[in-house]
């Protein structure tokens, strides 16, 4: 049963990067592609961006500025860095996989981690 | 990029009830859709893909329907356990995934 568990810090000062890794268990991280997606407090879903196994991505358009997904295969992990955050940027980060589809290239999620809560104050 | 849009964003049914669901995409999307269902404090699940198709271990009472721009999901009797709320997303354009805005269903 393929498991995804994210990790990194809880509390992030403004201007500053967030940082989270999602450990990939239970299965390889290649041949899918791997996503964030965050959910601010009492709000809804927002895809942050995803990577494939082999390095490509893509980013949400009002994030790409500030977003970086990255992948390591050795260790079955993908990581999310998001610079300058602000208040905006608190909300509980989820790690989630797409199998890859040959019409549309990225299918829905079906696995996903179970969400880290990071808040952004001083 | 492709907004969606569900309603109602909140519904109260009791159980046993028949819900319905809409989502509406702001250009067509052909029949990439899914339905995720999201309890509190939890992760969302995955429920329906391609509109229609219903996950694995998914109950049948949950199903999909729809294509082009206009999407349903449907309870067809409500269960204690399906108190929740419900978001679709598209995945027809892969360079920007995009969900609805959660539909809240809530005990009568």
């Known amino acids: 049963q393929v498991q995804l568990q994210e990790s990194g810090p809880g509390l992030v000062k403004p201007s500053e990067t967030l940082s989270l890794t999602c450990t990939v268990s239970?299965?390889?991280?290649?041949?899918?592609?791997w996503s964030w997606i965050r959910q601010p407090p009492g709000k809804g879903l927002e895809w942050i961006g995803y990577?494939?196994?082999?390095?490509?991505?893509n980013y949400n358009p009002s994030l790409k500025s500030r977003v970086t997904i990255s992948v390591d295969t050795s260790k079955n992990q993908f990581s999310l860095k998001l610079s300058s955050v602000t208040a905006a940027d608190t909300a509980v980060y989820y790690c989630?996989?797409?199998?890859?589809?040959?019409?549309?290239?990225?299918?829905?999620?079906?696995?996903w981690g179970q969400g880290t809560l990071v808040t952004v104050s001083s | 990029d492709i907004q969606m849009t569900q309603s109602p964003s909140t519904l109260s049914a009791s159980v046993g009830d028949r819900v319905t669901i809409t989502c509406r995409a702001s250009?067509?999307?052909?029949?990439?859709l899914a339905w995720y269902q999201q309890k509190p404090g939890k992760a969302p699940k995955l429920l329906i893909y391609?509109?229609?198709s219903l996950e694995s271990g998914v109950p049948s009472r949950f199903s999909g329907s729809g294509s082009g721009t206009e999407f349903t999901l449907t309870i067809s009797s409500l269960q204690p356990d399906d108190f929740a709320t419900y978001y679709c997303?598209?995945?027809?354009?892969?360079?920007?995934?995009?969900f609805g805005g959660g539909t809240k269903v809530e005990i009568k």
């Open positions: 391609k509109a229609s």
């Open positions: 239970g299965g390889s991280i290649s041949s899918y592609y």
């Open positions: 990577i494939y196994y082999s390095g490509s991505t």
């Open positions: 997303q598209q995945y027809n354009s892969y360079s920007f995934l995009t």
């Open positions: 250009q067509s999307i052909s029949s990439w």
């Open positions: 989630a996989r797409s199998l890859p589809d040959i019409v549309v290239v990225v299918g829905p999620f079906d696995y």
